[in-house]
C-alpha cells in the first residue's frame, strides 16, 4: 500500500484526474475521453465549430 501511495504521489495531476474519473466517479472510457478533450485548451473552439 506504501508504494501505490508514492506512485500516485508522483503522477501528473492530468493522469490523477484519470484516475479520479474512472475509479471514483465511475466514468466509462468514452466518457473521460470526452472530458478530457473538452479540458485541453483551444478544443472547445474547434469542437464548437465541427
Given at each position: 500500500?506504501q ?14 484526474h ?33
Amino acid at each position: 500500500m506504501q508504494r501505490l501511495l508514492i506512485y500516485l504521489r508522483d503522477l501528473p495531476t492530468d493522469m490523477l484526474h484519470v484516475l479520479q474519473l474512472r475509479f471514483f466517479e465511475d466514468k466509462d472510457f468514452k466518457e473521460i475521453a470526452f472530458i478530457r478533450f473538452l479540458q485541453e485548451p483551444g478544443n472547445r473552439v474547434n469542437y464548437a465549430l465541427e
